[in-house]
Each structure stands twice: as C-alpha cells, then as structure tokens.
C-alpha cells in the first residue's frame, strides 16, 4: 500500500510540473505574438502627434503638408505600427486612406489615382496573412495605364503574396516587393506603364535583433510630389 501511495503522489508531481510547464509556455508564445495592452497604449501615445516629419513639412490633422509645383499632386504615406496602428495614405494634404475613414486593415493598403486629373479612383486593403490573394490581383490587373498607385503596408503585407502578385507590383516601378518578407513594412509609389524603377519607395526588413516594436520594425513615411500625366 505504501508503495502504491507513493507512485500516486509521484504521479500526481509529474502531472503537476507539466500543467505548470505548459502555463508559462502559453503566458510566453502569447507575449510574443501578441503586443501587451500597456506597449499598444504606448505606442498609440507616442503616435498621437505624429511622428517626425521633415523639417520642409508641417501637419495638418494626420496628414503631412507639402507645396508642389504646379502640374504635380501631393502625397504622404505611412506605414503600420506593429499590429496596433494602421497605415495612411494622404493625397492632396488630404486623409484619403486611414483608420478614421474606416479603408485601412492589416497587409497591404493601396490608393488609385488617376495620373492626369489627381482624382481618387478607389481604394482597396487587403489582408495578405489570411485572405485570399485574387482580389489583389484582379485589383491590379485593373488599372489603367497612366493611373498611380500609393501603396502601405500595415502589420504583416507577404504571407499571401505571390509571384503573380509581386511581378505586377513590380511592373509598376517597385524594386523592393519581391523582397517583402514576414512583418516588414514597405510604402511604395507607382504607375502603370512605368518605365523605369519608382524614386518613391522605402523598405525596412523585420529583423529580432532590431525591431523597434516587438516583432515589427518601426514606422516607415514618404512624401513627395507626382508629376502630373500630360500625354
């Protein structure tokens, strides 16, 4: 009976370190993959303002004000904070893609404009972690030659993404999207029929060691002015 006994509080010990084991387990892959409630509020506190912009630019609501010369349009773009901040695309000195407009979500976040008048001919957000990459596709196989294309990513913008989609990102004028990896973040400009490589566009690889955020790297901006489409 002693014996007995003794194997049932062994076993009942084992059972005891495991259960403990597979807690702290749990308690660390959540801390991982998911920001804690105290570093979201910070990080939304330090973004309240905005971040840093050039010293050429200053605010105005959440977009950052540019003059252009005459025959060209405005941008700002920014991308995601982590999985806590989306991304924003301003056209004009105008929010035009964002959180309060209700157009922006997790993987890729694209502004169509059209290249002669300025116009917005639509916006799209796609979630390239879970969704289906075809609406990307038929979304880029759609536009038309001499429109422009404001591109930001936002928490995870490759899982999804395939060599289709990266050939007619790349068709556009980007160097950088065959290169986009898990949680990088990436902000683009682009044309279709371009023919050359954009000056708009700035990549900044997900790497443990350096990441600002977590497992995100920190926020990327561009801004600048696109020349107007005359022919």
Request: aromatic share 8%.
């Given at each position: ?24 387990m ?18 939304r506190r ?14 105005a ?22 999985n ?11 929010l035009?893609?964002?959180t ?6 997790p ?18 957000s796609?979630?390239?972690?879970s ?16 429109n ?16 289709e989609?990266r050939q ?7 160097s950088?999207?065959?290169?986009l ?9 682009g044309?279709?029929?371009a ?12 790497d ?18 696109i020349?107007?489409?005359l022919?």
């Amino acid at each position: 009976m002693a014996i007995r006994s003794n194997f049932k509080g062994k076993v009942l010990w084992i059972m005891l370190v495991l259960v403990t084991a597979a807690v702290v387990m749990a308690l660390i892959l959540q801390k991982i993959s998911s920001p804690s409630k105290a570093f979201k509020e910070d990080l939304r506190r330090s973004l309240s303002g905005g971040s840093e912009t050039p010293k050429t630019s200053s605010k105005a609501g959440s977009c950052s004000i540019r003059d252009c010369p005459v025959d060209s349009f405005s941008f700002f773009i920014q991308s995601g904070a982590a999985n806590v901040v989306a991304a924003k695309i301003c056209l004009h000195n105008k929010l035009v893609l964002g959180t309060v407009l209700n157009n922006a979500g997790p993987g890729l976040n694209i502004v169509q404009m059209n290249g002669k008048t300025g116009e917005v001919m639509k916006t799209g957000s796609f979630n390239m972690y879970s969704d289906d990459v075809k609406p990307l596709i038929e979304f880029l196989k759609s536009i038309e030659t001499g429109n422009v294309l404001l591109m930001a990513s936002y928490d995870e913008p490759s899982t999804k993404l395939t060599e289709e989609a990266r050939q007619l990102i790349s068709e556009l004028g980007s160097s950088s999207v065959k290169s986009l990896g898990f949680r990088d973040n990436w902000v683009f400009v682009g044309g279709k029929g371009a023919s050359a490589q954009s000056n708009f566009e700035k990549y900044v690889k997900s790497d443990g060691a350096k990441n600002k955020y977590d497992g995100w790297p920190e926020i990327i901006e561009l801004q600048g002015c696109i020349p107007r489409k005359l022919d």
